[in-house]
């Protein structure tokens, strides 16, 4: 059995004050609400994982940063080794494909981020998706299969069932447009048989497998219904307390029915 996990993505977003005000709504808002059932991480910018480290104590909630670099220390200005992250995080989200369409992340470099992530004790939540032109070019399977099999070619059996995969179409990210329940079970199937050939089919059934894109509380219950997918990776509408609770609130719902 899966525990399905939502996980918040800030990307660059939020003050310092705002980023406060937000862990402490909803540490306040979900207490009480019956979410022991998931996993919920909230990822937000890595200056904030300090301070918001002390809100979340004790309260259930995990955190996770948005990126890592792929080796341990260095000549490498400005960025963040995951051996940096491990006492505040649980987590570490890898190859988002605003990190590979932006800073040009590759399926090598992706590959190496996650290895650094588990070198580490820390759980990647593997970025993966098509974007809109390989979607209208009938490549999603090859592309979802390709990114699949680099980022866990690093990977060892034992360190397999730590690792999420986030299904996140490109063209359904901050669009409002999401995509289809079941083609989102589709494709989340696919990336489960992907890791089948690797790693064999009992292995691969341990993995946790989110849809990102366009998630609210409004769609959550699509996503968290289908069969293949266990949970989301949650955008825009992790910013806003009200709607996260919700959201969460929901996925919980549906995860002990
Ligand atoms: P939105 O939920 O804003 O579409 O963002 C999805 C995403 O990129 C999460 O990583």
Known sequence: MRTPIIAGNWKMNTTYDEAMD????????????????????????????????????????LLGAQNCHATDRGAFTGEISAAMLTDQCSYVIVGHSERRQHFGETDEIVAGKV??????GLRPIVCVGEGLAERDAGA???VIARQVSAAFAPVEDGHVAECVVAYEP?????????????????????IRGTL???FGAARAAQIRIQYGGSVTDANIAE?????????????????????????CTIAAGKAGA
């Open 22 to 61: 937000l862990v402490e709504e909803l540490v306040d808002g979900l207490e009480g609400r019956d979410v022991e059932e998931i996993d919920i991480v909230l990822c937000p910018p890595a200056l904030w994982l300090f301070p918001a480290a002390e809100y979340v104590e004790d309260t259930g909630l």
């Open 115 to 120: 290895a650094a992530a588990l070198r580490h």
């Open 140 to 142: 999603t399977d090859a």
């Open 170 to 190: 490109i063209w359904a990210i901050g669009s409002g447009r999401a995509a289809d329940g079941v083609e989102a079970n589709r494709v989340a199937g696919l």
């Open 196 to 198: 089948g050939e690797q």
């Open 223 to 247: 996503f968290i219904g289908q069969p293949e997918i266990d949970g989301a990776l949650v955008g825009g509408a992790s910013l806003k307390a009200e709607t996260f609770i919700q959201l």
